[in-house]
């Protein structure tokens, strides 16, 4: 479950896993984009950040 803030509800939105539309790990961390049930995107970061090794 996700809550986002819904600027079209203005309120506070709980989503299910089912409204994730992309989720990529990137090397800041992962983006979660979640569609409201209105239609409006909002895109989460989070996970820790990856910092690559120096060899």
Avoid at 19 to 47: F, K, M, P, Q, W
Wanted: charge should be positive.
């Amino acid at each position: 479950m996700f809550v986002i803030d819904c600027p079209a509800h203005r309120s506070r939105v709980l989503l299910s896993e089912r409204r994730i539309r992309s989720l990529r790990n990137t090397d800041a961390g992962v983006l979660v984009d979640l569609e409201c049930y209105c239609g409006h995107v909002e895109r989460l970061h989070t996970g820790r950040t990856h910092e690559r090794r120096r060899h």
